[in-house]
C-alpha cells in the first residue's frame, strides 16, 4: 500500500512528461514480471520485494483516470468514472471467492498466477488498443514536480483530496481488517469470507453506476456530499450493531454494504474534481 501511494505520485508525472500509452504499458510489463518474482521467491523478502514491484500495476488507475480527463469536462469525466469503478468493483466481489477456492485446492501460488494471466490480457488491450490522449506532454520532469506547490496551496485540492481519502478509509480498513475477523473471530473459511465480501463490493458496484447515472445531471459537489453521507451512515450502523452484542458476520459486512454504496458515489466525482483542479 505504501508503494501503491508512492508510485502514483511518479506515475503520474511520467506520463504527463511521456506520454500516457508508453507509462501504463511500463508499468503492466513491470507488474506482471514481479507477479513470476512472487511466485518463485525463495524468501519471504523476497516476496514482499515483488509485491512493492507489482505495485507498479496502480498506473492502470492513475493513467486511466487522467485519460478520461484527457478527453471529457468534469461532470462527464465523474460520470465516466463511475462506471469505471463500476467495473473495478467486479474485482473485490470475485477474487475472494475465486482465490478462497483456489488456495484451499491449489495452494497460494495459484491466486497469483490469476494475476499474471489477467497482467498478460491487460498488456495486450493496452497494446492493441490505446491511444495517446496527452496533448501537452513533454517538457522537464523537474518542472512537473515544480508544479506541484500549486496544488498544495489549493484548498480545493485539499477538500476533494480529503472527501476522497476518509470515505475510501473506511474501505481499506475493512479490506485490512476483515479477512482476520473473518479467520480468528467468525471462524470463516476463506471462500466463505468471499461471498461476505461480496457484500461490500456490491454496494460499491450499485454506487458506482449510480455515480455514472447522475452525476452529469446533480454535479460533483452534490455527489460527494451525498455520497459521503451515506457511508457515514454505515459507519453508525456498524457501530451500533456492535455496541448492542449483535455478533454475526452480517453485523460487520451488512453495513459495509451501505459503506461500499457510499464510495461508488463519491470517489469518481472526488477523483474527477481532483484532477481537475490543474488539469
Do not use: K
Not at 498478460?120 to 488498443?129: E, G, H, P, T
Not at 451512515?233 to 452484542?245: E, I, V
Amino acid at each position: 500500500l505504501v508503494a501503491t501511494a508512492v508510485m502514483q505520485i511518479f506515475i503520474g508525472s511520467l506520463s504527463d512528461r511521456f506520454g500516457r500509452r508508453p507509462v501504463l504499458l511500463a508499468c503492466l510489463v513491470l507488474a506482471t514480471a514481479a507477479t513470476l518474482m512472487v511466485i518463485y521467491a525463495p524468501t519471504v523478502e523476497i516476496f514482499l520485494l515483488g509485491r512493492v514491484f507489482q505495485a507498479t500495476a496502480i498506473g492502470g488507475l492513475v493513467i486511466g483516470r487522467a485519460t478520461i480527463r484527457d478527453t471529457v469536462r468534469l461532470d462527464e469525466a465523474a460520470s465516466r468514472m463511475g462506471y469505471v469503478t463500476m467495473a473495478m468493483a467486479l474485482g473485490p466481489m470475485v477474487a475472494p471467492v475465486v482465490g478462497g477456492y483456489l488456495a484451499e485446492i491449489y495452494g497460494w501460488q495459484a491466486t497469483f498466477w490469476i494475476v499474471f494471466a489477467m497482467g498478460l490480457v491487460a498488456i495486450a488491450l493496452a497494446w492493441s488498443d490505446m491511444g495517446e490522449t496527452n496533448a501537452s506532454m513533454g517538457g522537464r520532469l523537474l518542472a512537473q514536480f515544480r508544479a506541484y506547490p500549486l496544488l498544495v496551496t489549493s484548498r480545493r485540492f485539499w477538500g476533494y483530496s480529503l472527501a476522497a481519502g476518509l470515505v475510501s478509509g473506511a474501505f481499506f480498513a475493512l479490506i485490512g481488517g476483515a479477512p482476520y475477523l473473518a479467520a480468528e473471530f467468525y471462524d470463516l473459511p476463506p471462500s466463505h469470507y468471499g461471498y461476505y465480501f461480496a457484500f461490500v463490493a456490491v454496494g460499491y458496484m450499485l454506487g458506482s453506476f449510480l455515480s455514472g447515472r447522475f452525476a452529469s445531471r446533480f454535479g460533483a459537489n452534490r455527489m460527494m456530499m451525498t455520497g459521503s453521507l451515506i457511508t457515514l451512515g454505515g459507519m453508525f450502523a456498524s457501530l451500533a450493531l456492535n455496541l448492542a452484542d449483535i455478533i454475526h458476520p452480517l453485523t460487520l459486512f451488512g453495513p459495509m454494504f451501505v459503506v461500499g454504496i457510499g464510495n461508488g458515489i463519491t470517489l469518481p466525482s472526488a477523483n474527477a474534481s481532483i484532477v481537475s483542479i490543474r488539469p
